[in-house]
């Protein structure tokens, strides 16, 4: 009887608990995204007089963690009018089982765009695909062990509302110039320079210099930089988009007339300055 009773407790709305998880699962990709210490590791809340308990994704990246040998090997997505859809194949490379996970993510979210549709897409994607290889007991070990440790910290904290959002822009450039750094070995390996990064971001915002950059496009840059760490897939994909971009505006400019040839004699002081010059970069 007590056992029917406390399955009969962990019935709950299928809609109730998706909704509570997603908030709280937004919130740890936002706070990622902009550098800030992850703070719900598990969720907890009672629907109809039942209690309902489980991981976020930061808990189950960490149960992850901890059983060892489970990665995610393959990411696809596509981008939708309204959404975005991510696909994930998860792999446990020491039983050789693996599982896909989907997810779609709106690209509006409180009837504002939403600058961290495209990674929130990834990152769920990538969750219900390693949560299907963690097993049940290191499951139930990581939720017990976070749980017991908000429950003794006194950690009563009400749930966050969900930023609209990214934080300013001074923040949003600031993790994005974070993520640059880190990519750039990686990058220079695929045959993408530094340079070649920065044109790409300046010619994706349309503007001539990063002081034009706005808020939302730091968020998104730096999403997108974000993501391109996720898996090799993704790095690939970015450095593609740098170099056709890169290509495209090359085949785009139009050579110069040539100069008569009483211009060609012109003095190389003014040929050293006009290289100088040209080679100077808004960045």
Known sequence: MADEKEKKEEMVPVTAEYEVVDQVDDQAIIELMTGQTIQDYVYSFKQGGRTVEGLTLAGINEAANRRGGIQVE????????????????????????????????????????????????????????????????????????????????????????????????????????????????????????????????????????????????????SAELKAAETTPQLLNDLCERIKQLTAASQESEVSAPEEPAAQETASSDEKEGETTQAQESPF
């Open 74 to 221: 393959e990411v696809k997505y596509e981008e939708q009018e309204n959404s975005w859809i991510a696909t994930a194949k998860a792999v446990d490379t020491i039983t050789g089982s693996s599982r896909y996970g989907a997810y779609e993510q709106p690209k509006m979210t409180g009837g504002r765009p939403d600058p961290f549709a495209f990674t929130k897409a990834i990152h769920k994607a990538q969750r219900n695909a390693i949560k299907q290889l963690i097993p049940v007991p290191v499951i139930r070990e990581v939720l017990n062990f976070y749980l017991h440790r908000k429950a003794g910290s006194g950690n009563s904290r009400p749930q966050q509302q969900i930023p609209q959002g990214g934080g300013n822009i001074a923040q949003a450039q600031k993790a994005t110039f974070a993520i640059a750094a880190n990519l750039s070995d990686s990058l220079e390996e695929k045959g993408v320079t530094k340079a070649d990064l920065w044109n790409y971001m300046k010619r994706k915002c349309g503007v001539e210099s990063r002081n034009d950059i706005n808020e939302m496009q730091w968020t998104q840059l």
